[in-house]
């Protein structure tokens, strides 16, 4: 660097910090505040000892964690990965339809009571499920009586479950989308003599079908981060997902163990976070899509 | 243009049903309506066979629903809503509805079932042992059908007898060994000692009936010897009453589903479902044992909520003034890091950050004050300041996300004719910046403060809404850091023996009622409903 660029440099050093370079000072800050528990995690996903007493973050290397986390058969970690993913996949793929079904009809179809509906769909998000929770726990406590698959601690009951909130979820963001396709589309197609059901699969659908594979990995994320219906469906060992399963290594005094948990939290986040980062513009669109907009 | 009259019909039918249907098409959907019809027949048999009538009901009127909807050539919107409704009928409205009922009933875990059920629980619930005897040598065994049998050889007489479950008392010839316990033989097979240490939960609970002794039966409580019982409360079908025969006392059945004691103010423990009017309400309203901890815990969710919207919108709103610089170099990279706590998923938040405000290891104890022992989650106060820090942490990223979309949403011209007019960097924030953002964010607002309402998982995962309060005079204890939901999920769940499912949902009847209202109001302002009437 030549002494003239240095001399410059100088000069403007104070007025730069002022003008930009306080404000990486500031984000820089942020971060560490944001990403500080999730170092310390990390941290304690390689402790050996499985106490969460190390005053140093990174102090000690090991990934015994990671490999003992799949040996223990009383709490079968894998199992619970397996489980979470599978339920939530479901869960979001035919819920995803169901609501884009249902946004279809209120995107292109004139019905009665359409208005309202719609007006009902926003209640209905707003309903918090915490609430109908003892009726939930009823439904399926009946159900199991009779179809035992359907019932209490079984996953398919889990996942009818999830799906009874389908239609609230997230109806009225894919009709949003929907109403963005031109509808001259599909008077088009109606000219050449389609079908309801061939706009619907063969425009609509195809249209809109990197914006639903988007709902669908929302809705995953979502399901997969559920304790609370969870929680009160499932109750063996083996049949229990990550957000309930890890429960175990913290809940129960003594036999915490912070490394293990560090590992499995860890394991559990790194596809969420992933999905998260890589969704990010869409989950603020989603988000705001009415409200930035006016 | 005119149109022919076929035309019209063509076009009038589109809405309808459309033209005509591809022989694919129509195939595919008798292939998916034959198999949903199948998949009901063979629920519909198992109803009919376990003579489930209400079941059987419900499910026929579904498949004649969804029959008629599919098979008739219009009601379009039908079709493609009613896969949706039916879902939303049986877990959105249902749940609404039963909620909503049993809200005005006693149902919990002591009055779970019907009279009947009651009735039933209470005859096997108090028994005594007859002193006279008889008394027998025991062999654990598995008859033909491997149900667990008794095998029994009575002391006095030296008889031998079998009997289970379904099994009443009956004589067999068996041989004894040198301690007078019978050996297994002919269709029944020994239990062995392992095995019977696996299943002792069964072996103590089968209760052998006595044969033209209904009021009697033979059980176990170490496995080696057994001995007859007596039920101690006797039904009385006529009078619909219970007596117990130790000291005469005659239990009749009360309003508030219990058999109460005409006598004295004993009351048996299991009760049945009534409806009990508004008497969860009152409760609620006018309960003097209730009131303090309820005022407490109220004040508390107002204070959390409104404290978690502010203290993450003041946050996320500076950050995103701060980065809002085209000049930043690296802008993307320090957004995806900041937005890291919103995209962790909050159960495992929540308990990382129960590791880190562990008082005695956690690592803002020894690792960031050096080594201080302050009982973070332990004293009400603490706790609810480190309720707060973890909801800020978890919350701000959205804030910021959501800010910095409406920052860029605000037209440059406007802060540009600001400039010009003079205003400084603090009032073109104040007077033009805030008080559009606030137009665009408040539904969010708004939102964000009914969601921290109800953040159920936070409290209920990071402090299990402790610290308790050591108040013993409720069936619940109210801890320091309970919002409302989770305290009603205790009244609801927490206890095995001590749900209370009607005054839980009566709650949160009041609960939505009053989110319900406040949505309501958010929603008229948004853009949403223009969306909607236009």
Do not use: C
């Not at chain 1, 009665?112 to 009902?120: E, K, P, W």
């Not at chain 2, 198992?46 to 059987?56: S, V």
């Not at chain 2, 006797?234 to 309003?255: H, L, W």
């Not at chain 2, 973070?376 to 707060?388: D, G, H, N, P």
Request: hydrophobic fraction near 50%; avoid cysteine.
């Amino acid at each position: 660097m030549s002494s003239v660029v240095m001399n410059q440099n100088k000069k403007s050093a104070w007025r730069r910090f002022k003008d930009v370079g306080w404000k990486h000072l500031v984000a820089w800050f942020a971060i560490g505040v944001a990403i500080f528990p999730i170092l310390y995690i990390l941290s304690a996903s390689f402790v050996e000892d499985g106490g969460i007493g190390e005053a140093a973050l990174f102090s000690s290397f090991t990934l015994a964690n990671y490999v003992e986390l799949f040996q223990d058969p009383s709490r079968p970690f894998g199992l619970w990965y397996w489980n979470t993913v599978y339920i939530s996949m479901i869960t979001a793929i035919v819920s995803v339809f169901i609501s884009a079904t249902a946004a279809f009809a209120f995107s292109r179809l004139r019905f009665n009571g359409r208005r309202a509906g719609l007006m009902a769909l926003l209640l209905i998000q707003m309903f918090p499920s915490i609430l109908g929770l003892v009726a939930v726990y009823g439904i399926l406590a009946t159900l199991g009586k009779t179809i035992p698959i359907l019932g209490l601690n079984s996953h398919w009951g889990l996942i009818l479950a999830y799906l009874g909130g389908a239609l609230g979820a997230g109806t009225y963001l894919i009709y949003g989308f929907f109403n963005t396709i031109p509808k001259e589309l599909d008077e088009a197609a109606k000219i050449d003599g389609a079908t309801h059901s061939q706009i619907y699969f063969g425009i609509i659908l195809r249209l809109s079908g990197p914006i639903l594979a988007v709902m669908v990995l929302l809705n995953f994320i979502g399901t997969s981060s559920d304790f609370i219906l969870a929680s009160i469906a499932l109750n063996d060992a083996e049949k229990l997902t990550l957000a309930t399963g890890l429960r175990a290594f913290v809940s129960d005094p003594y036999s915490k163990d912070w490394s293990l948990f560090g590992a499995g939290a860890i394991l559990a986040a790194l596809p969420i976070v992933i999905l998260f980062l890589f969704l990010q513009k869409y989950i603020v669109s989603g988000l705001t899509g009415g409200a930035v907009k006016g | 243009m005119a149109l022919s009259n076929s035309d019209l019909r063509k076009r009038r039918s589109y809405l309808d049903a459309a033209g005509s249907s591809s022989l694919r098409s129509t195939l595919i959907k008798i292939l998916i309506l034959g198999l949903v019809n199948a998949v009901a027949v063979f629920f519909g048999f198992i109803f009919f066979l376990q003579q489930n009538w209400g079941f059987l009901i419900g499910l026929i009127l579904l498949v004649l629903v969804v029959n008629f909807v599919y098979f008739h050539p219009r009601l379009v919107p039908a079709k493609y809503l009613v896969p949706g409704l039916i879902l939303l009928v049986f877990f959105q409205l249902y749940v609404v509805v039963f909620s909503g009922y049993i809200a005005f009933t006693n149902y919990g875990s002591a009055h779970n079932g019907s009279r009947e059920d009651a009735i039933t629980a209470i005859k096997q619930s108090a028994y005594i042992p007859l002193e006279a005897g008889p008394y027998y040598y025991l062999s654990l065994a598995r008859d033909g059908n491997g149900d667990l049998t008794f095998l029994m050889a009575e002391t006095e007489t030296g008889k031998t007898y079998a009997g289970s479950n379904q099994r009443p008392l009956t004589e067999v010839s068996l041989e004894v060994d040198e301690f007078g316990n019978p050996i297994a033989s002919g269709e029944f097979t020994a239990v062995s000692p392992e095995e019977s240490n696996t299943i002792q939960e069964e072996i103590i609970g089968l209760r052998v009936p006595v044969p033209d002794k209904p009021q009697n039966f033979i059980a176990t409580s170490d496995a080696l010897t057994a001995q007859m019982f007596e039920y101690d409360l006797v039904f009385d079908e006529a009078a619909q009453t219970f007596t117990r025969n130790s000291d005469g006392v005659v239990f009749a059945p009360a309003q508030d589903g219990f058999f109460r004691s005409t006598t004295t103010d004993e009351r048996l423990p299991t009760g049945w479902r009534v409806e009990v009017g508004l008497k969860n309400f009152e409760t609620i309203f006018l309960d003097e044992t209730l009131r303090p901890p309820l005022l407490k815990i109220i004040t508390w969710t107002f204070i959390f909520s409104i404290g978690s919207v502010v203290s993450t919108f003041i946050l996320g709103l500076a950050l995103a003034l701060l980065m809002n610089d085209s000049r930043i170099k690296g802008q993307k990279l320090y957004r995806g890091l900041i937005i890291l706590p919103y995209a962790f998923p909050v159960f495992l938040s929540a308990y990382v950050w129960r590791g880190l405000f562990d008082t005695d290891n956690g690592f803002i104890n020894m690792g960031l004050l050096g080594g201080a022992e302050v009982p973070w989650l332990e004293t009400e106060t603490l706790a609810r300041i480190a309720v707060l820090i973890v909801n800020l942490w978890l919350g701000f990223p959205y804030m910021f996300l959501i800010s910095t979309g409406a920052l860029q949403a605000i037209p440059g011209e406007l802060i540009e004719s600001a400039k010009i007019d003079g205003a400084s960097v603090w009032q073109q924030f104040s007077l033009v910046k805030l008080p559009l953002l606030l137009v665009s964010l408040a539904p969010l607002l708004i939102a964000s403060f009914a969601f921290n309402f109800n953040n159920f998982t936070l409290i209920y995962l990071l402090t299990g809404g402790g610290p308790s309060s050591g108040d013993a005079r409720l069936l619940v204890d109210p801890g320091g850091t309970d919002i409302l939901i989770t305290f009603v999920y205790k009244i609801a769940f927490a206890s095995s023996d001590g749900r209370d499912y009607g005054l839980a949902s009566a709650f949160s009847i009041l609960i939505f009622v009053l989110i319900g209202t406040l949505s309501w109001l958010s929603f008229r302002r948004t853009k949403a409903l223009e969306e909607i009437n236009a």
